[in-house]
């Protein structure tokens, strides 16, 4: 072999020698963090069955560009009829503003979930409300069979300035709770324990987790209401219209079991 040959093989093993070997890919796919921390460290996380590999695949209700999956109701115009485009997507955003007082409703129905939204509220307000909180609310446990009403049975997670986090039961809809219960009319309600909301304008996080009878209301990370012997254990999800502007940013779920 030619001296330069020699040092042009040299060379190369030289390079291959000294360069950084490429380390086998060990990172774990199932990666804690992604579980929602309220899950994490949930009393129950044992019986949550779809969380044991980590890799409980998340379903993504509102995908950011339009309303598939949903359906709207208002008092006014009823069933899929949006007459005055009061549900709008923008920028990315489920964006209600409007006076005619309805929902946008999951066309499926689910069960055992944990289920995260995130709104802010809009400056307008409409009658009857121009002069109260804004409103609105999560109801979940929509059963199939029932009819659409302004108020169908189901269960609340209210969305209200200054309630945020209380149940209504809605429809016929019973409960029990360890936190104080009143009565309003035909509806049950439990007040939560704190207010932990953030002020108008600023983002919130709510969060609901639905296993078996139970269910339990999260602010901002901070457990503020729960009930148990649900009378409805599944059905469709729904976000209300109630004569306030707000924006929906984030409306995700996660199976548990």
Same mark, same amino acid.
């Given at each position: 072999?030619?001296?330069?040959?020699?040092?042009?093989?040299?060379?190369?093993?030289?390079?291959?020698?000294?360069?950084?070997?490429?380390?086998?890919?060990?990172?774990?796919? /199932? /990666?804690?963090?992604?579980?929602?921390?309220?899950?994490?460290?949930?009393?129950?996380?044992?019986?949550?069955?779809?969380?044991?590999?980590?890799?409980?695949?998340? %379903?993504?209700?509102?995908?950011?560009?339009?309303?598939?999956?949903?359906?709207?109701?208002?008092?006014?115009?009823?069933?899929?009829?949006?007459?005055?485009?009061?549900?709008? &997507?923008?920028?990315?955003? #489920?964006?209600?503003?409007?006076?005619?007082?309805?929902?946008?409703?999951?066309?499926?129905?689910?069960?055992?979930?944990? #289920?995260? %939204?995130?709104? /802010? $509220?809009?400056?307008?307000? *409409?009658?009857?409300?121009?002069?109260?909180?804004?409103?609105?609310?999560? #109801?979940?446990?929509?059963?199939?069979?029932?009819?659409?009403?302004?108020?169908?049975?189901?269960?609340?997670?209210?969305?209200?300035?200054?309630?945020?986090?209380?149940?209504?039961?809605?429809?016929?809809? &019973?409960?029990?709770?360890?936190?104080?219960?009143?009565?309003?009319?035909?509806?049950?309600?439990?007040?939560?324990?704190?207010?932990?909301?953030?002020? &108008?304008?600023? $983002?919130?996080?709510?969060?609901?987790?639905?296993?078996?009878?139970?269910?339990?209301?999260?602010?901002?990370?901070?457990?503020?209401?729960?009930? *148990?012997? +649900?009378?409805?254990?599944?059905?469709? %999800?729904? +976000?209300?219209?109630?004569?306030?502007?707000?924006? *929906?940013?984030?409306?995700?779920? #996660?199976?548990?079991?």
């Amino acid at each position: 072999m030619t001296p330069h040959r020699i040092i042009g093989c040299t060379l190369v093993f030289m390079i291959f020698a000294c360069s950084p070997k490429k380390q086998q890919d060990t990172t774990d796919t /199932r /990666r804690p963090q992604e579980i929602p921390e309220i899950l994490q460290n949930h009393s129950e996380k044992a019986s949550f069955t779809k969380l044991a590999d980590g890799k409980a695949e998340r %379903i993504t209700l509102f995908n950011g560009k339009d309303l598939s999956g949903w359906y709207t109701f208002t008092q006014k115009y009823g069933k899929n009829n949006d007459a005055e485009n009061q549900f709008l &997507t923008e920028n990315g955003m #489920l964006h209600f503003d409007g006076e005619p007082m309805g929902y946008l409703c999951t066309n499926d129905s689910y069960k055992d979930y944990y #289920l995260k %939204i995130v709104f /802010r $509220w809009g400056e307008k307000k *409409y009658p009857p409300r121009e002069d109260g909180p804004r409103d609105s609310g999560v #109801l979940y446990h929509f059963p199939d069979t029932a009819k659409n009403t302004l108020w169908p049975m189901s269960v609340e997670c209210q969305i209200q300035e200054g309630d945020c986090g209380d149940y209504w039961l809605i429809g016929g809809t &019973t409960a029990d709770s360890p936190n104080k219960n009143v009565h309003e009319g035909a509806q049950g309600r439990f007040i939560r324990s704190g207010n932990f909301e953030n002020p &108008t304008p600023e $983002w919130n996080t709510v969060e609901v987790i639905c296993y078996d009878d139970k269910s339990e209301h999260y602010v901002n990370g901070h457990l503020v209401n729960q009930a *148990y012997n +649900l009378s409805v254990t599944g059905g469709k %999800i729904l +976000l209300q219209l109630e004569a306030a502007e707000i924006f *929906y940013k984030t409306v995700d779920l #996660l199976p548990l079991k």
